[in-house]
């Protein structure tokens, strides 16, 4: 099967660094995502890991890849008002048609 | 990164007429494009898969005369909802798979607010 999991709310002081995890299950994953949703638009990709790898960072986003534990994490520095929004984390595998499963979304806010 | 867009972003309809939304890849091909449906509050519900030329492939659950589903070109699928009633007032959300050159990753449009009163 295919089980994303992720933990609903996160509340982070701006300038503090945010830490979102995520946890799947198929093993078979090739790549995992993460996108951002602000109130009434659609998803903004905001980086990928590809399975055979344990850490990309771009500017301000680090993502931590665990296979072993079948962990994500992604990492926000220097948090601004900005990152609120919802979290998608997702995974990828060709066991499951190309198709993407998704965690249930953190939400992520940002306070003054 | 990619671009997709999807037209209208809000439509407001009455029951039992048909409401089209269509989603186009601008800057990439795209054989495969997915749509979604997404309550509030709630992760996103994969409604189908869309293949360039093919027919779609509905989840289960999914009616398909519902919900018409046409990929006539690498750039443009259409969601056609049929005899729209309030229960299919959602978000919609396509995304368009762009793979090859070392990527296999989707990409979303804006969404389309259906409200059927």
């Known amino acids: 099967g295919e089980d994303v999991e992720q933990s609903l709310f996160l509340s982070v002081r701006e300038g503090d660094s945010s830490v979102i995890n995520c946890t799947y299950t198929d093993s078979s994953s090739t790549y995992l995502y993460w996108y951002k949703q602000e109130p009434g638009a659609g998803l903004q990709l905001l980086t990928y890991i590809f399975s055979n790898m344990d850490m990309k960072q771009d500017q301000r986003l680090t993502v931590l890849l665990n296979k072993k534990d079948k962990h994500l994490s992604l990492r926000i520095a220097d948090t601004q008002t900005g990152d609120s929004a919802i979290y998608f984390c997702?995974?990828?595998?060709?066991?499951?048609?190309?198709?993407?499963?998704f965690g249930a979304g953190t939400t992520v806010t940002v306070r003054a | 990164g990619a671009v997709v867009s999807q037209h209208p972003s809000r439509v407001i309809c009455k029951s039992g007429t048909s409401v089209k939304i269509e989603c186009r890849s601008l800057?990439?091909?795209?054989?495969?494009m997915f749509w979604y449906r997404q309550f509030p509050k709630q992760s996103l519900m994969l409604m189908a898969t869309s293949n360039e030329g093919s027919k779609a492939t509905y989840e289960q659950g999914v009616e398909k005369d519902k919900f018409l589903i046409n990929h006539a070109s690498l750039t443009l699928s259409t969601l056609t909802v049929t005899s729209a009633h309030p229960e299919d007032s959602s978000f919609y959300i396509c995304?368009?798979?762009?793979f090859g050159h070392g990527t296999d990753t989707q990409y979303f449009g804006p969404g389309t607010r259906l409200t059927v009163l």
């Open positions: 997702a995974e990828f595998s060709r066991s499951n048609d190309y198709k993407l499963s």
């Open positions: 995304s368009a798979r762009d």
């Open positions: 800057d990439f091909q795209a054989t495969t």
